[in-house]
Structure formats: C-alpha cells, structure tokens
C-alpha cells in the first residue's frame, strides 16, 4: 500500500473534464496472488476496489469516485512467454502496449491491437476497455487477440479462462465477458496473445476533398475496391483547419475532409493494392497525396497521431466522444456533430475511424470555462442520441465509464439492460468491482 494517496492515481485522460476521485488507499500489487489478497480484504469488509492500468482512458473508468481502494498494476509487469513459432505471448497485466508490439516486431511478429498512448496504456487496461485503434478494421479490437485471461474475481479468487490454446468452445465465454467489461466483472492480472506474423509492406494514401459527403464517397468507393485496407481513417475540415493553423499540414490548404487509407501484405500485394486505392480514391479527390516508401507512410500516420494533439491546444481542452454509425451513416455523423455544436455554440471538428465508422466528435472548450463545459455536457448528450438514431451506439472505443453511465438505456432494449445487470450480479453481487461505472 503507498502512504497517503497520490495525486496522480486519482484521476485518468478524462482530468481536463474537471473528473477527480476521491480514494481510501492505494495499493500497488508485485504479484496476481497480491492482487487477489487485496481484494479479498477488501471484500471481506464491504471495501469496493478500482482496478487501474495505464490511467490512459477517456471514460473515467480507472478513477475512484467515493473513496474507494484503488487497485494499480503497474507492477505485474512480467513477459511470463514468448512463443514466436507458436504466435503468442504470455503477459502481465502492467505490460505496455508498446513493449508488446516491440517484442513481437523484434521477433518478426506483429500484435495488431493499436490504441493511442501505447507507452503509457496497459495490456490490462486495453482488455479491460477492449480498446481498438486505426488498425482494428481489418484486425479488430484488442478482445479478438486474447486466448485466455487470468483474473481475479469475488470474493478474491484466482481463476484462469482460456489460455495457450487457440481453440475453446467449451462452456460460456467467460473470457469474453471479462473482455470490454472496464473492471466491473473482476480485475485482469495476465493474459495469453495472439500474434501474427508481421506485413512485409506498407503504404498509405491520403485523399483530401472540398466536402464530408465527396469524403465520404470515396470512403465507400475504398470498401468496393477489392482490397481489403488495413485502416481507412478521416479528418473532417474543422480538424484539417486547425492542424494548418498549428503548422502541421500535409497537404494544401483549404480542404473539408480528408481520407486516410493503408494497405498491408507482401510487396506483391501492397503494389496491387496501392493501385487499387488510388483508383478508387482518385474520383472527386483535390489533391491525393501517396508516398512510395515506408518513411512516407510513417510520416503520414505521425501526421494522424498528432491530430488530437493539435484540437486539444487549440481551445486549451476538448470533450471528446467516440459514438459510431454504420458506415453509410458516416457523413451524417460528421455533419450532425457539427450541427449541434452550432446549437451550443462551441467549435466541433471530427476524426476517426471511418472503416468502422467510429466519429471522435470534439467539442473544443477550454479546460476552466465552466459554461462552456456544462453546454459541452448537453451536447453530447444531443451527440448520443445521434448516434443512437444513425442505427449506431454512443461508444465505439472507450466504454461506458463515468460519462456514459445509463446511456446503453438509448439503444438496448429494457430486457437487454437487465440481462447485462444479471451478468454483473453474478460476477459481483455485493458491488464492490468499480461500482458506478458502465451500469448505473
């Protein structure tokens, strides 16, 4: 247990929302065996626990809201295997993102699972919220990677489901509940991944066009091409605006949508695909931008990493949502963000996924304009029942957490809704995993 409690674990990417916790204590487990100790105190005492990863997320799931224990895993931080002929690896909960894509890329590997602030944010924590990423359209989110979980659940047990095989019908997918479920269920302690053997190429090309609908256009001509892209990413006009005003431009100015595609493989089926693409972008296109090398295209996907980067300065801070809608509803998301922004009077921009269909909608408002935040607060309450009313769902990427408790009420029905409250009651009936969070 650390003395007192640290500033720094009450709180998660969520801060500039003005969401700071309240805990009783912290504790920082260097085993699974720690970890199920704590809980079991906890437990035996009525004490709820927080489970806490990387502090990376945009949900408020990893902070504590009434003074209860948090549960940090920074410490189970073990490589337990690495099986490169076998295409798995064995790892604690505290591991990094980024030091799993560096052992399986050194060992000719790849985990495709490729969610932001990959040196801060934790295996356990990208489990927990089955965190995607650009690449999860053709690889999907981090839950289709895990072949077994061991976790800690009440009354502070140790159990394990799955593991090193790569096939299990056996029983109810216990593991796929833990999966995506923000720390409600139990508390992830390790886990077996799978992995793949690393492209051999890469390319990028990016079309920038006047307009969402021109944008989008090409983004449906891209899924018709054939080729199957590794990742299809947009940034509407708001977003390409300030990314010029901060000096980050990649193309000419001016444009209203911007259309990010990558295509992965051998170096036969990268050249056929690249061609593929630039077909299927060109149509429309005002400039078309499409580096030859491997550099090129790792300076495009930097050029996309810094996008979030550049909203948040422009305004001092943002509030960001991750709703998503089918694909053919793309452009009516990206439009209708900024319609109801219009109707708070706050700048909007969005980016994302756009394979998926995933809108980071982000109302710009600086981090101490309380007025801004409560109309920021009522927008996206309008930006979820948007989504809901695309045929869509009002979280794509980041969970429920905090901000989105009871919003699965907008698009499940009342029987779905109790179904998942079963589900939580079987695994905690006393409420002491992450209580608030997801359900409430």
Known sequence: MLDGVPAAYLHDATESHGLRGAAAAVVVPESPEQVAQAVAFCHARGIA?????????????????????????????????????????????GVTTAHVHRLARDNGLAFPPDPGAAESSQIGGNIATNAGGPHAFKYGVTGRWVMGLEAVVAPGELIELGGAVRKDVAGYDLRSLLVGSEGTLGIVTAAWLRLIPAPERRCALVGFYPDVRTGCAAIEAAMGSGVVPAAIEFVDGDALAIMEATGRSLGAAGHGFAVIVEADGSAAEVEIARGELHQALAPGAAELVAPGDDAGTGAVWEWRRTVSHAVVAWRGGKIGEDIAVPLDRLADAVEGTAAIGRRHDLPTCSYGHAGDGNVHS???????????????????????????????????????????????????????????????????????????????
């Open 362 to 440: 982000s109302l710009l408002v600086g981090r101490d304009d309380e007025d801004g935040h409560r109309r920021a607060r009522a927008a996206c309450e309008e930006l979820f029942a948007l989504a809901v009313e695309l045929g869509g769902t009002v979280s794509g990427e980041h969970g429920v957490g905090v901000f989105k408790n009871g919003q699965l009420r907008r698009q499940w029905s009342p029987q779905a809704v109790a179904l998942h409250r079963a589900v939580k009651a079987a695994f905690d009936p006393r409420n002491l995993f992450n209580p608030g969070k997801k359900l409430a």
């Open 49 to 93: 626990v927080v489970p806490r990863g990387g502090g990376t997320g945009y949900a408020g799931g990893a902070v504590p809201l009434d003074g209860e224990v948090v549960v940090s895993l920074e410490r189970l931080d073990r490589v337990r295997a690495l099986d490169p002929l076998a295409w798995r690896m064995h790892v604690e909960a």
